[in-house]
């Protein structure tokens, strides 16, 4: 029979020793990844259409950490996400994901769970493009359906993020499960505080950062699409002039489309301009000053060939149209509830124009510290006034302003270089921008 040496068994010892206290330590910290005990996972039932699925190679029963905790494992706050793509031409209101997972280092259930969505940047995740914090409909033991109001999804490649919002002191970890098979890039992991040591304070690579052995999340998709051409979402689309030489134009559609941009073609000149919108219609108008009498052509040109171009034969009174005056308030409501989301700015300042050079229009836009009057106006360099773009009381947050190089006698300037000038209150800026013909 043989005996271990005395310093080889108290090594041995040492290092079982050694690995119990390290497990007892890491029960009380949160660690990257986890199994449980029931290894088969059901496939929740779901009240929205399939938009997109990435279940089908489903590696059950393990899971990897994407989880808000409490305020004494901040460092360890961490989050996965997973790529999808909206096909071309299709719109997606998405109003529920499916998370397929598992609960370890306890039982959870999670009371919360947030749900991002952000453009495609390089293929990581990329501006966050909406966010929401749901409780979720149903949880089988940490397969959990979330439902939301709805978000709007044009075409294009986009990341889903998945975060547990649990206490580790209560109900231990949510690990989202992983698939088997990459679709389109490979999951993403961050760590911002890295309380998990893996360097991944950014976007990385889930199989990098953590060592995954699947490169994708498990997951599902759904919610409404729209997959024809924008054309039979147009509920309305109207112009008229003004006696002050204003000419104005409007589009409603069908759906929320906030965020989105339409393109209406005036007189030759493209205004791209942004739809705002709640859950039943979006809106979105156009106005240029100086348009003068005589005929005027307006049509849409994105969604294009939807509708006929408007003639226009301006002077004298504003031609009725038909609930006109009451979607123009409307749209005055929509644009009040978004300013009220916005963060008020600390100044008043001109963050710029947009092109420049320009032509045939550039945007010019600033931000506003406080309500305040506030003009806008372009001379040319020799300090004469050329055209007049506001001169009204704004509200405080970011504004903009269209300038097609137009005069306030409707001509066309020259080419050269002019400045504009904004007065807020008791500020004035100024800056240069070029036209070329």
Not at 62 to 72: I, M
Not at 198 to 213: E, H, N
Not at 237 to 262: E, H, S, V
Request: charged share 15%; proline share 5%; net charge negative.
């Amino acid at each position: 029979m043989r005996y271990l040496p005395l310093f080889c068994f108290l090594l041995l010892s040492s290092l079982v020793i050694g690995l119990a206290e390290a497990d007892a330590a890491n029960a009380d910290r949160p660690t990257k990844y986890g199994t449980s005990d029931d290894r088969t996972v059901v496939r929740p039932a779901t009240d929205a259409d399939v938009l997109y699925d990435q279940s089908g190679n489903l590696v059950a029963g393990s899971g990897y950490t994407s989880q808000d905790f409490e305020a004494a494992f901040d460092i360890y706050d961490n989050q996965g996400a997973d790529d999808f793509v909206v096909p071309t031409g299709a719109t997606w209101t998405v109003t529920q994901v499916t998370a397929f997972g598992v609960y370890y280092n306890g039982f959870g259930p999670m009371p919360n769970a947030n749900v991002f969505f952000y453009q495609d940047s390089d293929c990581y995740p990329g501006e966050l493009v909406a966010s929401r914090t749901v409780c979720p409909t149903t949880d089988d033991g940490g397969t959990v359906v979330l439902d939301f109001e709805g978000v709007t999804l044009g075409e294009g490649a986009y990341w889903v993020s998945v975060q547990s919002v649990m206490d580790f002191g209560v109900g231990g970890q949510w690990g989202w499960s992983t698939s088997s098979v990459r679709t389109n890039n490979g999951a993403a992991w961050q760590n911002p505080g890295d309380g998990f040591l893996t360097g991944c304070t950014t976007w990385g690579r889930l199989t990098s950062c953590i060592g995954a052995l699947d490169p994708d999340f498990a997951f599902i998709i759904g919610g409404t699409s729209s997959t024809g051409d924008r054309c039979g979402d147009i509920f309305a689309f109207n112009a008229r002039c003004n006696p002050n030489g204003t000419l104005q134009t409007m589009i409603k559609m069908n759906g929320d489309r906030t965020g989105q941009t339409i393109s209406i073609n005036i007189d030759g000149t493209d205004y791209i301009v942004l739809l705002l919108g709640d859950k039943r219609h979006s809106i979105a108008r156009v106005q240029v000053r100086g348009a003068g009498p005589g005929t005027h052509t307006i049509a849409l040109t994105d969604p294009g060939d939807c509708r006929s171009p408007i003639v226009l034969e301006c002077g004298g009174d504003a031609p009725p149209h038909p609930e006109w005056d009451a979607i123009w308030a409307e749209y005055d409501a929509l644009e009040a509830a978004a300013a009220l989301k916005e963060v008020v700015p600390a100044e008043t300042r001109i963050i710029g124009n947009y092109p420049n050079p320009f032509n045939p229009s550039t945007t010019i836009r600033y931000a506003l510290g406080t309500d305040s009057p506030v003009s806008v106006r372009v001379y040319n360099m020799l300090g004469q006034e050329v055209a007049t773009l506001v001169d009204a009381f704004q509200k405080a947050g970011e504004q903009s302003v269209v300038w097609n190089g137009v005069n306030n006698f409707g001509q066309s300037v020259a080419s050269g270089l002019y400045i504009y000038r904004l007065q807020a209150g008791n500020t004035v800026m100024t800056q240069k921008m070029l036209f070329t013909k």
